[in-house]
């Protein structure tokens, strides 16, 4: 029998790929833009906002759980 925290992790995982699907065929061009955009940005910045999302993902996470 799986764990629960193993099955909450594969249903957040879900989650995002529907959520990112939804995304890419509501509008390809504006991912497509996105994506540019994203390979233009400096290491740093995306590394910022990674552990920023990161950061608010398990603050999120947290206040549910408690």
Known sequence: M???AFADFLIGLGILFVLEGLMFAASPAWMRRAMKSALATPDNILRAVGIGSAVA??????FVRR
């Open 2 to 4: 799986r764990s629960i």
């Open 57 to 62: 993902g398990l603050v999120l996470i947290w």
